[in-house]
């Protein structure tokens, strides 16, 4: 099973979309997924559930960092939902290292079970994202194309507890970033201008896509996907022809990630 965790120190830039968009394109590719929801707000939980395609499991996501030995049913597609008790983890300091590592366990004793593991995450950086990272193969980390999000870029890599060079260097060496993934892109000048910001400055971080050098992974920002984020719906299911232009556009990007999540599995077995 693959780990790939979502992150961003900022709110609101479509972790949670990509998650649900993600969930549910390697669901339908045959995949078998998980998907833990470590931020109490709920998003991803309360999404899936309205979908009705997921299996939400009995326990929730706090059980997999408080408690040692934690199962949850098999299935196609499980989903381990938020609750509020992940917002007080962060204050009980003195078992965040057991936390780690419970949630570290569980993640291995679901390895002959599901695919893939889906993590979305809070935008605080806190025991929950550090827990998530210590144990995962991947890090994506989707960003929006405005200034503050491109001064967050940095963040992404050198915050200094949830950074990726930080938890490489103390928890996690294997820990792998997938990239940053522009989302809610607009085709405005001034979202035009900080994406040529960001491939001048951080253009190793972009998720490199067909055959043509300089085009990248991004997500565009459209209304159908906020409307099957507020009903919970499948994009691709959606009767309007809106939502399936959008879908055109969004599933390079997903059997990009997931070629990327699974490159080496599928090597191994071919
Ligand atoms: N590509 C998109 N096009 C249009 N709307 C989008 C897109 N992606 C996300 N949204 C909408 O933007 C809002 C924020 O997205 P989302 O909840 O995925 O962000 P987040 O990073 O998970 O936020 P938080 O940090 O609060 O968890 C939501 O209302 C969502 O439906
Ligand atoms: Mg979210």
Redo the contacts with the bound molecule.
């Keep these: 099973m693959k780990t790939l965790v979502l992150a ?1 120190q900022k ?7 990509v998650a649900t968009l993600l969930a549910h394109h390697l669901h339908r590719a045959g995949r078998r997924v998980l998907a833990v929801d470590l ?1 109490h ?1 709920g ?1 991803l939980s309360s999404i899936l559930q309205r979908s009705n395609r997921a299996l939400s499991a009995p326990v929730t996501a706090d059980a997999l960092l408080t408690s040692a030995r934690v199962d949850v049913p098999a299935g196609t597609f499980v989903l381990v939902p938020a609750a509020d008790a992940l917002l007080g983890l962060e204050r009980q300091p003195a078992q965040h290292t057991p936390f780690a590592r419970n949630l570290r366990a569980f993640l291995r004793a679901q390895a002959g079970r599901f695919d893939v593991c889906i993590v979305d995450t ?2 605080n950086p806190d025991i929950r994202v550090i827990a998530a990272l210590a144990s995962a193969d991947f890090v994506l980390s ?1 960003i929006q194309l405005n200034q503050e999000a491109i001064d967050g870029v940095r963040g992404l890599l050198h915050h200094p507890r949830v950074g990726v060079h930080k938890i490489r260097a103390v928890l996690n060496p294997a820990l792998r970033l997938v990239g940053l993934l522009p ?2 892109v607009e085709a405005t000048p001034f979202q035009k201008a900080n994406f040529v910001e960001i491939i001048r400055h951080h253009q190793s971080l972009l998720i490199p896509i067909g055959e043509r050098a300089g085009e990248f992974a991004f ?5 159908a ?2 409307e099957a ?2 009903h919970g719906e499948i994009l691709w299911e959606m009767k309007k022809t809106a939502a399936r232009d959008a879908w055109t556009e969004v599933e390079p990007t997903m059997r990009r990630l997931s070629d990327i999540v699974f490159a080496k599995e599928d090597e191994h077995v071919a």
């Excluded at 709110?11 to 979309?17: Q, T």
């Excluded at 997500?219 to 209304?223: C, E, F, G, H, L």
């Design positions: 961003n709110g609101g830039v479509g972790k949670s979309a931020d707000q998003n809070n935008p989707p989302t809610m997500i565009p920002k459209r209304s996907i906020a984020q507020a």
